[in-house]
């Protein structure tokens, strides 16, 4: 790997402006501060936006500096920033993704600037990258651009990771730019959530609205594997540690617990915003005073606000919420000496945090809806004995820190109990459930997270390379008509449809044709050749079309064999019972989807929709599929989508173990294998290390070569049998 090329909507250095004069600060954030020291130790370079709209002379002052830090700034125009940040980010992607569907805003506007802010993000990454480079693209203000970036550079090697929540697929098929979303982000080989309930709803949208399946997160598109998985993050576990004994950091703790006294502390720390439930957790606190009077003067809640996004509406209309709750509480059970509530509406710097974090008893990280949290991650991190967390189980953070007292926010009963729970928490409990969270957060921290995602980016780069099947060149078709013309024993499986014979609207209407029947028969004329056709179609049709040829005949995707002339043979017991519950499903689709019909075959049932209109026919496959897999859970069936087809058929069954059958009949000097969907990759695997395997059509697989169409696998075929009767000369040269 080269550099560390990070891409992400802000720089870990900010600019602001006064009288004139630009400042250069740290940017804040947890993205910003966690990935800070990894890209310096990758000897990286960091793209982004700077914060800030300029012109001129001002963005070459900007850039100079920016440079100089190792940082590459996409500067952005004023109405940029209006309708890509503050409009299509802030006011369509988040609210929608945190399922506050009732805020989102969907307008053309915002998705056009969206579009081409990502696309100058393109073009800045595109000025800086050198071949060996790795691009990770970070968060949702830029889905779009791994696939911008995979149009100009094909080879690239592009991770992103997704730092919000990914919502379910009933909230994310609201917005109307779906698809364009998940496109933009199958651009990259890799793609990270925080948790594994956010890959699933990904991987769910990606199955319904692009028909694209996985195996065990593992996407096989047209082009290439993609890979996603969860990434927790965590944070810089060392610089909150070592913040401790930092002399400005004991000088606030002495003060702050001056302050408080003998008081209980409790505290939250969150930016200003909808998501983070800061009026459930006021209103939970009220109740909590309200049932445990005997807390009254003893507890301050120390609750701080970082402003954000101050000019939204939502903003404003939350900011006044909160003071009124905070101004109802103090009012109702402060007194001369007491205020219930510390309010701070302003970023601390880093010693006061980490003060705080110190000193607090408790801290209550309730959000309604948080990606990940890394608050609730810092306060265990500066704890060296008791103190508590209360954690909302809507945090990413929850599925780590399950000693935390878990709570719903939106219980306030529940958060109240958890108030009580924590204040009355033994001291061996608190210092108990600290350890077993501290090690971990020790253990898997920023730079663990960093590494960690970045090899397995490499190693699906790697597995790219292993399941992209290379065209069939002419120095490999020679090669292999040589080892083809010097075995003395060679095995031929052949799929059908699609692979020997072009695909027809009709399947009835797909019978071989006469030259594809004398090809077989010079083939199977060679008593050195053994041939296997393996289709999905029926055994009664696989019987009249190919009962005058002495080759191995395989249905139903290997539920029936049939050996040379011999009788078929069931490879295991089948059921077929099941074809009741699911035949009037298919009914309904049959009839939801005009040019679409039922296939029935002994085990299994197809429905074809090769003549329906495509766009209408993608939709319902997905939607049919969907509901069949929820369906034949325990019912030990399998849902195979071929080409146009979704097929149900019994678990078990399948061409590879079919295959098997004939593998190991003898030690072949020669085999090959040919197919053209996924329900062949079952036989492309089963195949010995050495085999020919050939994919009909583009797209990763794991066969090793790939042809354009059938009549490509009937050329190769034809010379197959041209060299059984001696009329070719293979090149001896190019071994």
């Given at each position: 790997?080269?550099?560390?090329i990070l891409?992400?909507?802000?720089?870990?250095?900010?600019?602001?402006?006064?009288?004139?004069?630009?400042?250069?600060?740290?940017?804040v954030?947890?993205?910003?501060?966690?990935?800070?020291?990894?890209?310096?130790?990758?000897?990286?370079?960091?793209?982004?936006?700077?914060?800030?709209?300029?012109?001129?002379?001002?963005?070459?002052?900007?850039?100079?500096?920016?440079?100089?830090?190792?940082?590459?700034?996409?500067?952005?125009?004023?109405?940029?920033?209006?309708?890509?940040?503050?409009?299509?980010?802030?006011?369509?992607?988040?609210?929608?993704?945190?399922?506050?569907?009732?805020?989102?805003?969907?307008?053309?506007?915002?998705?056009?600037?969206?579009?081409?802010?990502?696309?100058?993000?393109?073009?800045?990454?595109?000025?800086?990258?050198?071949?060996?480079d790795?691009?990770?693209?970070?968060?949702?203000?830029l889905?779009?651009?791994?696939?911008?970036?995979r149009?100009?550079?094909?080879?690239?090697?592009?991770?992103?990771?997704?730092?919000?929540?990914?919502p379910?697929?009933?909230?994310?098929?609201?917005?109307?730019?779906?698809?364009?979303?998940?496109?933009g982000?199958?651009?990259?080989?890799?793609?990270?959530?925080?948790?594994?309930?956010?890959?699933?709803?990904?991987?769910?949208?990606?199955?319904?609205?692009?028909?694209?399946?996985?195996?065990?997160?593992?996407?096989?598109?047209?082009?290439?594997?993609?890979?996603?998985?969860?990434f927790?993050?965590?944070?810089?576990?060392?610089?909150?540690?070592?913040?401790?004994?930092?002399?400005?950091?004991?000088?606030?703790?002495?003060?702050?617990?001056?302050?408080?006294?003998?008081?209980?502390v409790?505290?939250?720390?969150?930016?200003?915003?909808?998501?983070?439930?800061?009026?459930?957790?006021?209103?939970?606190f009220?109740?909590?005073?309200?049932?445990?009077?005997?807390?009254?003067?003893?507890?301050?809640?120390?609750?701080?606000?970082?402003?954000?996004?101050?000019?939204?509406?939502?903003?404003?209309?939350?900011?006044?919420?909160?003071?009124?709750?905070?101004?109802?509480?103090?009012?109702?059970?402060?007194?001369?000496?007491?205020?219930?509530?510390?309010?701070?509406?302003?970023?601390?710097?880093?010693?006061?945090?980490?003060?705080?974090?110190?000193i607090?008893?408790?801290?209550?990280?309730?959000p309604?809806?948080?990606?990940?949290?890394?608050?609730?991650?810092?306060?265990?991190?500066?704890?060296?004995?008791?103190?508590?967390?209360?954690?909302?189980?809507?945090?990413?953070a929850?599925?780590?820190?399950?000693?935390?007292?878990?709570?719903?926010?939106?219980?306030l009963?529940?958060?109240?109990?958890?108030?009580?729970?924590?204040?009355?928490?033994?001291?061996?409990?608190?210092?108990?459930?600290?350890?077993?969270?501290?090690?971990?957060?020790?253990?898997?921290?920023?730079?663990?997270?960093?590494?960690?995602?970045?090899?397995?980016?490499?190693?699906?780069?790697?597995?790219?390379?292993?399941?992209?099947?290379?065209?069939?060149?002419?120095?490999?078709?020679?090669?292999?008509?040589?080892?083809?013309?010097?075995?003395?024993?060679?095995?031929?499986?052949?799929?059908?449809?699609?692979?020997?014979?072009?695909?027809?609207?009709?399947?009835?209407?797909?019978?071989?044709?006469?030259?594809?029947?004398?090809?077989?028969?010079?083939?199977?004329?060679?008593?050195?050749?053994?041939?296997?056709?393996?289709?999905?179609?029926?055994?009664?049709?696989?019987?009249?079309?190919?009962?005058?040829?002495?080759?191995?005949?395989?249905?139903?995707?290997g539920?029936?064999?049939?050996?040379?002339?011999g009788?078929?043979?069931?490879?295991?017991?089948?059921?077929?019972?099941?074809?009741?519950?699911i035949?009037?499903?298919?009914?309904?689709?049959?009839?939801?989807?005009?040019?679409?019909?039922?296939?029935?075959?002994?085990?299994?049932?197809?429905w074809?929709?090769?003549?329906?209109d495509?766009?209408?026919?993608?939709?319902?496959?997905?939607?049919?599929?969907?509901?069949?897999?929820?369906?034949?859970?325990n019912?030990?069936?399998?849902?195979?989508?071929?080409s146009?087809?979704?097929?149900?058929?019994?678990?078990?069954?399948?061409?590879?173990?079919?295959?098997?059958?004939?593998?190991?009949?003898?030690?072949?000097?020669?085999?090959?294998?040919?197919?053209?969907?996924?329900?062949?990759?079952?036989?492309?695997?089963?195949?010995?290390?050495?085999?020919?395997?050939?994919?009909?059509?583009?797209?990763?697989?794991s066969?090793?070569?790939?042809?354009?169409?059938?009549?490509?696998?009937?050329?190769?075929?034809?010379?197959?049998?041209?060299?059984?009767?001696?009329?070719?000369?293979?090149?001896?040269?190019?071994?």
């Amino acid at each position: 790997m080269g550099r560390l090329i990070l891409v992400s909507n802000r720089l870990p250095l900010s600019i602001t402006k006064r009288k004139g004069k630009l400042n250069f600060k740290p940017s804040v954030g947890g993205l910003a501060t966690g990935l800070s020291s990894l890209y310096k130790r990758k000897n990286g370079l960091w793209v982004g936006w700077p914060g800030l709209a300029l012109k001129g002379e001002e963005r070459e002052v900007a850039r100079a500096k920016l440079e100089s830090e190792r940082c590459h700034p996409v500067f952005l125009t004023q109405q940029e920033i209006e309708q890509y940040y503050h409009g299509f980010c802030n006011k369509t992607i988040w609210p929608l993704f945190h399922y506050f569907t009732q805020y989102v805003v969907y307008s053309k506007e915002f998705w056009g600037s969206y579009k081409k802010v990502n696309e100058k993000f393109r073009d800045a990454v595109l000025e800086v990258l050198k071949r060996e480079d790795v691009i990770w693209v970070h968060d949702y203000h830029l889905m779009l651009l791994p696939k911008l970036l995979r149009e100009e550079v094909p080879e690239a090697c592009i991770g992103f990771f997704l730092h919000i929540p990914f919502p379910s697929y009933e909230v994310f098929r609201l917005l109307p730019w779906r698809k364009e979303l998940l496109l933009g982000m199958l651009g990259a080989d890799l793609i990270g959530f925080h948790t594994y309930d956010y890959a699933q709803h990904f991987l769910n949208s990606v199955r319904r609205i692009l028909g694209y399946e996985h195996t065990l997160g593992q996407i096989n598109t047209e082009e290439r594997v993609v890979k996603v998985d969860a990434f927790p993050m965590g944070i810089d576990y060392a610089r909150f540690s070592k913040a401790l004994k930092s002399p400005s950091v004991r000088r606030e703790v002495n003060r702050l617990k001056r302050k408080a006294g003998k008081k209980k502390v409790i505290l939250s720390i969150d930016r200003l915003d909808y998501t983070k439930g800061i009026p459930l957790r006021l209103e939970a606190f009220d109740l909590f005073l309200e049932k445990n009077p005997k807390y009254l003067e003893d507890v301050v809640y120390i609750l701080v606000a970082v402003p954000s996004r101050s000019r939204v509406e939502h903003y404003i209309q939350l900011k006044k919420r909160i003071d009124e709750l905070v101004g109802q509480i103090n009012g109702k059970y402060g007194t001369l000496g007491w205020t219930p509530i510390w309010y701070l509406y302003r970023f601390l710097p880093f010693h006061t945090l980490v003060a705080l974090y110190r000193i607090a008893d408790v801290a209550m990280v309730t959000p309604l809806r948080d990606g990940m949290n890394l608050i609730s991650k810092e306060f265990v991190a500066t704890k060296r004995g008791k103190g508590v967390l209360i954690l909302s189980e809507m945090a990413g953070a929850a599925k780590e820190l399950g000693e935390a007292l878990i709570v719903n926010p939106n219980n306030l009963d529940e958060v109240a109990e958890a108030l009580k729970e924590a204040l009355s928490m033994p001291e061996r409990e608190q210092i108990r459930r600290n350890v077993i969270m501290k090690r971990r957060i020790r253990r898997y921290d920023v730079l663990k997270w960093g590494r960690e995602f970045l090899g397995r980016l490499s190693y699906v780069k790697e597995l790219q390379k292993g399941l992209l099947a290379k065209e069939l060149s002419g120095r490999e078709r020679e090669r292999m008509l040589r080892k083809y013309s010097r075995a003395k024993s060679r095995l031929l499986l052949l799929d059908y449809d699609g692979t020997l014979i072009p695909f027809s609207e009709k399947p009835e209407d797909a019978k071989p044709d006469r030259e594809l029947i004398e090809i077989l028969k010079g083939l199977s004329s060679d008593e050195r050749n053994e041939i296997v056709v393996i289709s999905g179609r029926d055994r009664d049709s696989l019987e009249l079309w190919f009962s005058e040829l002495d080759i191995g005949l395989v249905a139903e995707h290997g539920a029936w064999i049939r050996e040379g002339k011999g009788m078929w043979e069931m490879v295991e017991p089948l059921r077929s019972d099941w074809k009741d519950t699911i035949r009037p499903i298919l009914e309904l689709y049959v009839d939801r989807t005009p040019g679409s019909f039922i296939e029935e075959k002994e085990f299994s049932l197809v429905w074809h929709y090769r003549k329906a209109d495509p766009e209408l026919g993608r939709v319902r496959a997905s939607e049919l599929k969907d509901n069949l897999l929820h369906l034949t859970v325990n019912l030990n069936l399998r849902v195979l989508e071929g080409s146009k087809v979704i097929e149900i058929k019994n678990v078990g069954v399948d061409k590879g173990k079919a295959a098997q059958r004939w593998i190991r009949k003898r030690r072949w000097g020669f085999i090959l294998a040919a197919g053209d969907d996924w329900t062949d990759e079952d036989l492309f695997s089963s195949l010995p290390e050495w085999a020919y395997s050939i994919k009909v059509g583009k797209g990763s697989s794991s066969a090793k070569f790939n042809v354009d169409s059938p009549f490509e696998v009937r050329k190769l075929l034809r010379e197959f049998t041209e060299l059984t009767k001696g009329r070719v000369s293979v090149k001896e040269q190019g071994t």
